[in-house]
């Protein structure tokens, strides 16, 4: 087995909650070294899991011979350094989004196709065995009609509070934070999600309406989490025929669209941003006339949940259920386990760039169908 040297880039909570100690769980991998822009917090994580190079501006790390491979952690769009790392002739696992709208998702599109690195998009969920058993037993459903995806989300600080996160200088967040007050959470997430470097990305996307705070955070939202239910659902069921309508609430943090598929079958998909109730739900249910199918996925910030599958069916009158825990296994290791294999075997994974396109121009269909 010959080991895939690799560079991290961005050293924040997903980084230190779930690849890098996968990544240090398995023989496959060795990690080079690490990036962060904010010096404690790189020194700390880099100290803590025995890193020994690290930087704070990525492109030193990126210009590393010594390195096959990047895994680009950093929050925000990850499209210029998807360019850059492909310039340096890396293979690239990239968290989600890949980029933030369609124009820089088109440019990220464009240089992968003319290189021959690999480039891995972080759709976790894909890697769940649950959703693997799901997909085959809806696949099977002979009369699909109607799809609900239902997410109630609570806010990120109560399902990382199991965590210790570095912030450096012997400062590590973990247990109970203080979530806020509402008006602070619209406030957080407005700053984090359309301004500084995403405002002309947030701008483009929305045209004439990109002065409209409601928008704004709902479009954020739709790039930064619903983005998983979106690749979730075409993983399921293909790409969509058309979006017939969207509505965004609550300041941008309730959002419900519809959405169309060939043989005339619907999907409700509702996002509900609830913060103070740390009881994280997201369900996919597929209804026909004859089965139906529920897959339930836990908090993605929870290591070896099990996502379990209900089936449901009918012998005559007679109607039947049945419950499946597949298994144990914790999606994000899976997915850079497949990262590993993708390269060593030069094999496109099933989370690719193309697929990072559809899902890109499919997010502009669901705010342009926003009122």
């Excluded at 230190?16 to 769980?25: A, G, Y």
């Excluded at 008006?183 to 996307?205: H, K, M, N, W, Y």
């Excluded at 007679?318 to 075997?345: C, G, I, M, P, Q």
Aim: charged share 25%; glycine share 6%; proline share 4%.
């Amino acid at each position: 087995m010959k080991q895939l040297r690799m560079g991290v880039i961005g050293c924040g909570g997903i980084a230190q909650m779930m690849h890098l100690p996968h990544l240090f769980e398995y023989d496959q991998f060795e990690v080079v070294a690490a990036a962060d822009i904010h010096p404690p917090t790189l020194d700390a994580v880099c100290d803590h899991f025995h890193i020994p190079h690290r930087y704070t501006d990525w492109r030193d790390l990126l210009a590393r011979d010594d390195i096959e491979a990047v895994g680009l952690f950093h929050g925000g769009s990850h499209a210029e350094a998807t360019i850059a790392a492909l310039d340096a002739n890396k293979h690239v696992l990239v968290e989600k989004p890949l980029a933030w709208n369609v124009s820089e998702t088109e440019a990220v599109a464009a240089r992968a196709a003319d290189s021959d690195r690999i480039v891995q998009v972080g759709y976790h969920k894909l890697y769940d065995p649950g959703f693997s058993y799901a997909r085959e037993q809806v696949r099977q459903m002979s009369d699909l009609g109607y799809v609900r995806i239902s997410v109630f989300h609570p806010a990120d600080e109560l399902g990382r509070s199991i965590y210790r996160i570095r912030m450096g200088g012997d400062r590590i967040v973990e247990g109970h934070v203080d979530v806020g007050s509402w008006e602070s959470q619209v406030d957080a997430q407005l700053r984090i999600f359309t301004e500084g470097e995403l405002q002309p990305q947030v701008d483009e996307a929305l045209g004439s309406r990109k002065d409209d705070s409601r928008l704004r955070l709902g479009y954020g939202v739709l790039c930064s989490s619903i983005i998983h239910q979106i690749y979730t659902l075409f993983g399921f069921l293909g790409e969509p025929t058309r979006v017939l309508h969207t509505d965004i609430w609550r300041d941008g943090l309730s959002i419900h669209t519809l959405i169309e598929y060939p043989d005339d079958v619907h999907v409700s998909l509702d996002w509900q941003y609830l913060p103070y109730l740390k009881d994280y739900r997201e369900e996919y249910a597929f209804f026909g006339n004859h089965e139906r199918v529920y897959l339930t996925m836990p908090s993605p910030y929870f290591r070896n949940f099990p996502s379990p599958v209900t089936v449901q069916g009918h012998d005559g009158e007679l109607a039947w259920e049945k419950r499946v825990v597949v298994s144990y296994d914790e999606a994000f290791r899976s997915e850079l386990l497949a990262f590993y294999h993708n390269v060593r075997d030069q094999r496109q994974p099933i989370s690719s760039v193309e697929d990072a396109l559809k899902h890109a121009r499919f997010i502009q269909q669901i705010i342009d169908a926003a009122e």
